[in-house]
Every structure is written in structure tokens, then in C-alpha cells.
């Protein structure tokens, strides 16, 4: 019986190689991931109880590369100004902290909100141009922030940093201790609501709109589409998701600094996402996590070292792995797939 | 008026050195279509070696200057055989701004490593850092003769474009590539020297700008970004349009900083972003060559 | 006689001081099946983007339905239902068939602006998708990505893009260009399983095709109307064997 398997007619075999598995459906693939994230950082609390502060970080960013993923992933937008975002939203919250209103999730709501109408007003402007054009007119208006920062001194702090950012508990019910419990259990919630919707939006009209006006913009057209008022649309929700996490750094550290609106913290959340991958959220998390956890690493020793690393891997990545880690794995699944029976 | 005069000498000379350091940079974007955001790193990597060459060796200042862009060019053009001959073409942009982002971090951890991470100076020869007699007014040497080099530069390669076998070969490739080599122009022998080319007039601005652009550890990040507004400007592949770019803008910087330090690079960003709007494909897109 | 859907009226275009098209007249009705054609640079292709709006006219009026949209731009004249599909395959290459139709009827519906919507839960859109994948044949490749489809599948593709935004007056700017002779008859299949009522304009190349689709002929030479009619008056009229049909003249007899 067995020989008379193995011994199965050529036609037979060939059928089996070629019939790939169905892949799981996309819903149930986007609930595995957000139940990794959220089991992974859970098992980090667990595993790094004494880098807590790093891993709230570390969270808080995975939020920020995340909202550079919509634009970049989902809408093709090359930008060198998600910065310009995220410290938006961090500054509206920190000096909303010290002046206004101390709830945390209200904190976070007007990050949001200001990182949004900041990019609904820089969207409209900047995303005419291409290119070149396109890069540098985000960075200006990056430089442009973050030197009014510098100079509104009275308000932000200038360059010594915004501080006395002191938020009430969360709910009323959990108080920000000094070990960063709470910070890193706010911070790991407000990251794995925000996956969901990201995850919600992308796969929704809009989304599959986005990804048309990525593809060829001129089609859109055609259809009957506005290309450019989607792409105003896309980089307003990625400036909601910015200045959200620009809001959760502020709140769990407590101070914002001009590094928030920095050319470099730009082009840093582009090599994280590219590092991961861009165009499918997942993507984000991982690089986020490699790269700062690297970056803990080496450049705790030189940080040199630390950029000669950096350095080699993402020309590496461009010229051997153009999909970021994410886009290897799943050409290694791929083969292993194939492979498989 | 003392100031006025100050804020034109000073800067036309800042404008002229971003000028040289850009122009290479413009060239290589109008005809490779390649963001090459590792640019600024080898003006770093040629300030550096001159650094070294002038106070280690006691290199008289021109022969390090002569030497060290040669030197440079020499470093540059295996990189363009192995890197970036593989991310030629507009449709590569992201590819093209993270490789050449690896490629800065490398080099920035490079250099630190060998030469060490702190501020390194270029001594100027006496010729240099007197002033020179201009009729009623005076004007630092080293300032005259960056403006000087500047205009050569602008004069050089205007001519080179426009009046040498190599200046109609290289606007055909730019014009139409695929037609370039149907008519038998060798691009890639092209492209490689006319990347030596942009690397040596970074390499020279480097090093003749460690004055007004400081020698510092993170050079290579902290002025690629002037770099990219002149050539956004000033309109990709123009070098007229590069030198009015770099001049306005180099003056515009000055006379902020003079006029109201505190407001830092306020007035620099906001005039490329005015300008910009107004002209997306810069101002001389398309005017001259 | 019912009433136009479509009515060009005197429409020319200048590009400089070269008339490339001049006082054209044309109506198309519910239901038409009209084929526009001519030898090469008798200005077609210029004649379909001043009905699309992708050029403005020096002269002359398009109504849609009555209503003068020769200001309108192109965007806005697909929304009221005058579309037309491209004569080079102009597709996302990494979507599938479904995304494509699904995104063409949700632009139809002005639904592109949900963000917090699903796509595969939006009321009738699966129905409405599955219809036209079994219209144009394309059921077995619904969930293949574009670019692996086959040049003759990219084409009805297509065409059941621009059907999927239920135009009024459909325009197909060569539909059969680059499909290999021996599979031009399924898209012939597919023109028609198109709706009875549809107004459709065809600018085509392969006679074949154009003596079977059509009931009505316009040619155009040199920028202007030439002269239109049923295909045997077309085949038959001296003017057009004179600048067009010529050499070729027997195809028109085979038909």
C-alpha cells in the first residue's frame, strides 16, 4: 500500500508541488499578529523587568515607524518629515500637560489631533511635488518646527527640553510609578489599539483606494478617484498615528525635547520601517524592535560602532534584501511551502 | 552698512562653497537621476584626509588641497562601480536614499574611527588669512579666493558643458538616455566620470569650506541637508541654476544669522519652502544647462 | 428617436497653428454600438481625449444627457458616467482582478472615503463584483494579481473596469490592440454581454472586429467627419476606399 504511494504516477506529484496551500485569510493572519504583539510585549514585561523605560521607548516608537508605514507603505509617499508629526504631537501634549489637562488619554487624544491638523495643513501644501522636491519640502518644514521650538522658549523649553509633564493615573485607576510599570503596560495597550485600526484602515475602502493612488495615480483618475485628496487623506490619519505617539512619549517619559522634530529622528523611522519592511504594519514593529534594541546594545559601547552596523545592514537590505526582515522571512516561508508536499 | 557689507562678503563666500559642494551633486541627480545622500560624506572624507595631510604631515596647503581631492575621486570610483551602478534610475528613489544612507553612516563611523571623533581644524597658509586690498573696502583672503575658486568652478564647468565633445555627450545621455546609447555614447563610461566628476567638486569644497562648514563628527548627516535644498532649488542637473541657488540661499543664511541669531536656520527653510511652492521644479529647471 | 446621451457639436482643436480637429459633429443614443475610425493621424486619438476631457477644446460643445460638460474635467465627466478604458492596459499591477473591480464600483459609489469600513463587508459588493467576473470571463483568475494575468485577460480586465462604473456612454479606445488574432473573439464575446441600453463608442483598428460590433461607422480624415453610416454604407462609399479603406478594401467585402 505504502509503495504503491510513494510510486504515484509523475502527472501526480507535479500536481501536488505545484498546488500551493491556501494561505490563511487576511483576518485571521491580522488577529495572530496583533496577539504576538501583544503576547511579546507582555513576555518583555515578564523577561526585562529593569528596562522598562527602553521598552516604553521602544513601544512608543514601534507607534511612530507605524504612522511613516501608512504613508510610505500604503500611499508610496517618500517623506524625510514624519519628525515634523510626531513632534507636533509631542509638544501639543507636553504643554497641554503643563498648562491645561493631566488625563493621559485625553493627552494622547491631543497629540493626535494636533499631529493630524498639522498634517491636513503641510499635506495640502507639500504633497504636490515629487520626488526631490518632495523630500526637501519635508524636511524644511521639519527644520521650520523645530526651529520655532528653539525659539518659542517661554512656551517649549527651547532647547533645555519641555519638562513637568506629569500625568494622573490611567482611568483615574493606575498612577505612573517610578519603576515604569504603568508607563509600559499604557504604552503597550495605546500600540496594540493602534495596530487594529491601522490594520482597519488599510484593509478598508479608503485603504484599497490608497494603494490604487500608490500604484498609478493617473488610473485613479480615471476612475473617477481624486489621487491627491487621498493622499492629503492618508497623511492626516499618519499624522494622527505621529502625533499619538509623539503624545505617548511625552506622557511616559515626561519631557520632549527638540529631538522630537529633528531631520535625524525622520530618517530614522525610515530605516527602521525599511529595515522591517514597509507596506504591511507588521513590518514597523519588527524594525523598531531590532533596530533600538541593537542601538541599546552597541551603541551603549561606541556610538560608532553602532552606525558602522546600522550602516552596512541597510545598504545590505537595498542590495540583497529589498523586502526588509519581514519581506525575508516570508520569502523563507515561501520556499519552505513550496517544498513542502 | 559695515554690516550689509559683511553679511554680502560673508555670504557669497558660504554660497560659493555650497555652490562647488552642490553643483557635484546637481550633476549627478540631473543625469543619473541617483539622490545621493552620501554626497556630503565625501567632502567630509576629503576635509578630513586634507585635516591630516596639513598638520600630521605638514602637506603645504595647495599640494593637500590638489592631492586630496585626486585622492578622494580615487576612493569614490569603486563605489560607483559597486554600489551605485545598481540604483541608477528615477524609479529607484527609496533604494537610492537608504543605500547612500548606509553608505554616510559608514563612512561617518569610519572616519571617526581613524581620525577620531573630534572637530578638526585645516590651517590656512599666511596667503590666506590676511585680507586683500579691494580700493575702499578690505576682504579676508581665504573669503576671496573661495569666491575666486567658485567663479572658476562655475566658469570651468560651464565650459565644459557647453563647449567640449564630453559637454554634448553628457546633455545628449541626460536629454534621452536610451538614444545616447543607440548613438553609440558610452553611458556607463559617462556616468562613472561624470560621478568623479561631482566627487572631486565635493571633495574641493570640503575642504576649501572647513572655515565655514566646521570639521565635525557628524558633518556628513548635519550638511547634506543645505546641500539637497541648493540643488531642489536651484533645479537638478542646472548649474546656473545651482550657483543662483546656493547664492541666495547662502546669503539669506548669513544675513539671518547676523540679523537675528537666535532664530537659527529660520529664514534658510523658510525661503526654500517659499520658493519651492512657488517653482516645484526649481527656478532654472529646464533654462540652461 | 430617443433622445442623445452624448452631443458633440462643432468641436475642434488647435495646437498651434495646426488643426487637428475640426467642426466635428457627432450623437451617440442609448444603446448605440458606433465604431470611429480612420487611417492613422486622421485624429482620433485627440477626438477621444476632447470627449474625455483630458484635452479642452479650442471650439464646440460635448453635452452629456443635455447638460454642456465641456468645461468639466476628466474626473468629473467619469462620474457622470461618460468613462472609457485605455487603449494600452493601464492597471495596478499588484492587486487582484476582485481589488480592481471592487475598487472601480466603491469610486462608482463615492464609498473611497470610509476608513473605518470593510471592504469584504460592504453591502451588495461581492454580488455586484461576482456579476462582472462572470460577464467578462474572468472568474478562474478573480484573486490573481494583475501582472500575472495574460495580455488578453489584462484587456477585458479592462473593459469590466470601465463597466463596473456603470457609465452612461462608454468609450474603448482600441480594445482589441495587442491581442493575438485567434483570441480577439473573446473580447467580441465580451462587447456583447455588454448592457442592451449602454451607449458605446469604439475606436479600433482591426476591421474584423469593427464590421462586427458596430451598427453604425464614422471615419474621420485629416481632423474632420468624413462621413458615417451602416457598415455596408461604409464599405461601400468611394471617399472612404479613397483615404482609408484602399489596399485594404476587401476586408470591408469579407465582412
Known amino acids: 500500500m505504502t509503495a504503491a504511494v510513494t510510486k504515484a504516477p509523475a502527472g501526480a506529484t507535479a500536481a501536488a508541488i505545484t498546488a500551493i496551500p491556501p494561505r490563511p485569510s487576511r483576518a485571521f493572519r491580522d488577529a495572530v499578529a496583533v496577539a504576538l504583539i501583544a503576547g511579546g510585549g507582555l513576555a518583555a514585561y515578564w523577561i526585562f523587568p529593569e528596562d522598562l523605560g527602553l521598552l516604553t521607548r521602544i513601544l512608543a516608537t514601534c507607534l511612530y515607524v507605524l504612522s511613516l508605514d501608512l504613508v510610505l507603505g500604503f500611499c508610496g509617499i517618500a517623506t524625510l518629515g514624519q519628525a515634523a508629526l510626531f513632534g507636533t504631537g509631542a509638544y501639543a501634549a507636553g504643554i497641554a500637560a503643563v498648562h491645561l489637562v493631566a488625563d493621559p488619554i485625553l493627552l494622547l487624544v491631543v497629540g493626535g489631533v494636533a499631529g493630524g491638523l498639522m498634517a491636513l495643513a503641510t499635506g495640502a501644501l507639500v504633497l504636490r511635488a515629487h520626488g526631490l522636491t518632495l523630500l526637501m519640502l519635508t ?160 551603541a551603549s559601547t561606541n556610538p560608532f560602532h553602532w552606525m558602522l552596523f546600522i550602516g552596512l545592514f541597510l545598504m545590505a537590505i537595498v542590495l540583497f534584501a529589498p523586502g526588509g526582515i519581514t519581506g525575508g522571512v516570508a520569502r523563507i516561508a515561501g520556499l519552505v511551502r513550496r517544498r513542502a508536499p | 552698512m559695515q554690516t550689509v557689507y559683511g553679511i554680502v562678503i560673508d555670504g557669497i563666500a558660504y554660497g560659493m562653497i555650497l555652490f562647488i559642494i552642490s553643483v557635484g551633486l546637481s550633476v549627478t541627480l540631473g543625469l543619473m537621476r541617483v539622490v545621493n545622500l552620501a554626497h556630503g560624506a565625501f567632502a567630509m572624507v576629503a576635509g578630513y584626509l586634507a585635516s591630516y595631510a596639513v598638520q600630521a604631515m605638514g602637506v603645504p596647503y595647495l599640494v593637500a588641497l590638489l592631492a586630496v581631492v585626486a585622492l578622494t575621486v580615487a576612493l569614490a570610483l569603486p563605489l560607483e562601480r559597486l554600489l551605485y551602478r545598481r540604483i541608477y534610475g528615477s524609479a529607484n528613489e527609496l533604494a537610492q536614499v537608504l543605500l547612500t544612507i548606509g553608505l554616510t553612516f559608514v563612512v561617518v563611523a569610519s572616519v571617526n574611527y581613524i581620525f577620531g571623533p573630534t572637530l578638526k581644524r585645516i590651517p590656512l597658509p599666511e596667503f590666506l588669512t590676511g585680507t586683500v586690498d579691494l580700493g575702499p573696502k578690505e576682504i579676508p583672503a581665504h573669503r576671496a579666493f573661495v569666491i575666486v575658486v567658485g567663479v572658476a568652478a562655475l566658469l570651468g564647468l560651464w565650459g565644459l558643458l557647453e563647449r567640449t565633445d564630453f559637454g554634448i555627450r553628457l546633455r545628449a545621455a541626460v536629454e534621452n538616455p536610451e538614444m545616447a546609447a543607440a548613438l553609440g555614447i558610452r553611458t556607463e563610461r559617462l556616468y562613472a566620470i561624470t560621478f568623479g566628476l561631482g566627487v572631486g567638486l565635493a571633495a574641493l569644497g570640503g575642504v576649501l569650506g572647513a572655515e565655514l562648514l566646521p570639521l565635525e563628527p557628524y558633518y556628513a548627516l548635519r550638511y547634506i541637508v543645505l546641500f539637497l535644498a541648493v540643488v531642489a532649488v536651484g533645479g537638478a542637473g542646472s548649474i546656473f541654476g545651482s550657483a543662483a541657488a546656493a547664492l541666495s540661499l547662502g546669503i539669506i543664511d548669513t544675513a539671518g544669522k547676523y540679523l537675528y541669531p537666535s532664530f537659527g536656520e529660520f529664514f534658510f527653510y523658510a525661503a526654500i519652502m517659499i520658493i519651492l511652492f512657488r517653482w516645484p521644479h526649481g527656478f532654472f529647471q529646464g533654462k540652461s544647462a | 428617436m430617443t433622445a442623445a446621451l452624448l452631443q458633440v457639436e462643432r468641436l475642434s482643436k488647435n495646437f498651434g497653428g495646426l488643426q487637428v480637429s475640426a467642426d466635428i459633429d457627432m450623437e451617440l443614443h442609448p444603446g448605440d454600438r458606433c465604431a470611429l475610425i480612420g487611417p492613422n493621424g486622421a485624429g482620433k486619438t485627440t477626438f477621444v481625449n476632447l470627449v474625455t476631457g483630458v484635452l479642452s477644446p479650442t471650439a464646440g460643445t460635448v453635452r452629456l444627457e443635455g447638460r454642456d460638460i465641456t468645461g468639466l474635467s476628466a474626473q468629473a465627466r467619469v462620474r457622470l458616467g461618460l468613462v472609457r478604458s485605455f487603449q494600452v492596459a493601464r492597471l495596478f499591477r499588484s492587486m487582484t482582478v476582485r481589488e480592481h473591480l471592487e475598487l472601480a464600483i466603491l469610486q462608482r459609489e463615492r464609498r473611497t472615503w470610509a476608513l473605518f469600513a470593510s471592504v469584504g463587508r460592504t453591502r451588495g459588493l461581492a454580488g455586484e463584483v461576482a456579476g462582472l467576473l462572470a460577464t467578462m470571463g474572468l472568474g478562474a483568475v478573480a484573486d490573481t494579481a494583475v501582472g500575472q494575468l495574460a495580455y488578453g485577460q489584462q484587456r477585458l480586465l479592462e473593459i469590466a473596469l470601465a463597466l ?92
Not at chain 1, 509600559?184 to 490604487?212: E, K, T
Request: neutral net charge.
Open chain 3, 164 to 255: 463596473a462604473l456603470k457609465p452612461k456612454v462608454l468609450i474603448l479606445d482600441e480594445p482589441a490592440a495587442g491581442v493575438p488574432h485567434s483570441e480577439s473573439q473573446r473580447i467580441l464575446d465580451a462587447l456583447d454581454r455588454l448592457p442592451p441600453d449602454l451607449a458605446v463608442l469604439m475606436i479600433e483598428h482591426d476591421m474584423d472586429l469593427v464590421f462586427r460590433f458596430a451598427r453604425r461607422i464614422i471615419v474621420l480624415a485629416q481632423g474632420r467627419l468624413l462621413c458615417s453610416g451602416s457598415a455596408a454604407d461604409i464599405a461601400a462609399d468611394e471617399r472612404v476606399r479613397e483615404v482609408y479603406l484602399g489596399s485594404r478594401g476587401h476586408a470591408a467585402h469579407r465582412a
Open chain 1, 139 to 298: 524636511i524644511a518644514v521639519t527644520q521650520l518646527l523645530q526651529e520655532l521650538a528653539n525659539k518659542l522658549r517661554w512656551l517649549t523649553g527651547g532647547s533645555d527640553g519641555l519638562s513637568g509633564v506629569e500625568p494622573d493615573p490611567v482611568l483615574g485607576l493606575f498612577r505612573f510609578d517610578m519603576y515604569g510599570r504603568t508607563s509600559y503596560l499604557f504604552a503597550l495597550a495605546v500600540l496594540v489599539v493602534g495596530v487594529v485600526v491601522a490594520q482597519r484602515i488599510v484593509r478598508s475602502p479608503f485603504g484599497l483606494a490608497c494603494r490604487g493612488v500608490k500604484e498609478d495615480p493617473l488610473r485613479v483618475a480615471a476612475l473617477g478617484g481624486s489621487p491627491r485628496g487621498h493622499l492629503v487623506g492618508m497623511y492626516t490619519v499618519s499624522g494622527v498615528f505621529a502625533g499619538v505617539a509623539g503624545a505617548l512619549t511625552a506622557v511616559t517619559s515626561g519631557i520632549v525635547g527638540l529631538d522630537s522634530l529633528s531631520f535625524t529622528w525622520s530618517a530614522e523611522a525610515l530605516v527602521m520601517l525599511v529595515l522591517g519592511g514597509a507596506g504591511h504594519l507588521y513590518g514597523a514593529v519588527v524594525g523598531t524592535v531590532a533596530f533600538m534594541g541593537v542601538h541599546h546594545v552597541l
